[in-house]
């Protein structure tokens, strides 16, 4: 049984950092992604890393801010997420292949 589960989420003013973590179990390997989702609109990729984590990729608006990582060891993908501001407030979701996690809230407010 595939579980993904994430954590990191919570309130943090404009500017701050947060960091995601997504530890997965029942499955290894594979492209990673994190995904969001805001109120009323449709859930959009943020970020992507490939199975051996030598490539990655992002959406445009978090380009520069955010980075993700793989540590296979603890079978885990992170976003760190720096310089964050209101628009990024949002439920962040990983996925592996067609699994996805239940999502973890990110508010960024004053």
């Known amino acids: 049984q595939v579980q993904l589960v994430e954590s990191g989420g919570g309130l943090v003013q404009p500017g701050g950092s947060l960091r995601l973590s997504c530890v997965a179990s029942g499955i290894i390997g594979g492209v990673r992604a994190w995904y969001r989702q805001a109120p009323g609109r449709q859930r959009e990729l943020v970020a992507t890393?490939?199975?051996?984590?030598?490539?990655?990729d992002y959406a445009d608006f978090v380009k520069g801010r955010f980075t993700i990582s793989r540590n296979d060891a603890k079978n885990t993908v992170y976003l760190q997420m720096n310089s964050l501001k209101p628009e990024d407030t949002a439920v962040y979701y990983c996925k592996i292949e067609e699994y996805w996690g239940q999502g973890t809230q990110v508010t960024v407010s004053s």
């Open positions: 890393i490939s199975a051996s984590g030598l490539s990655t």
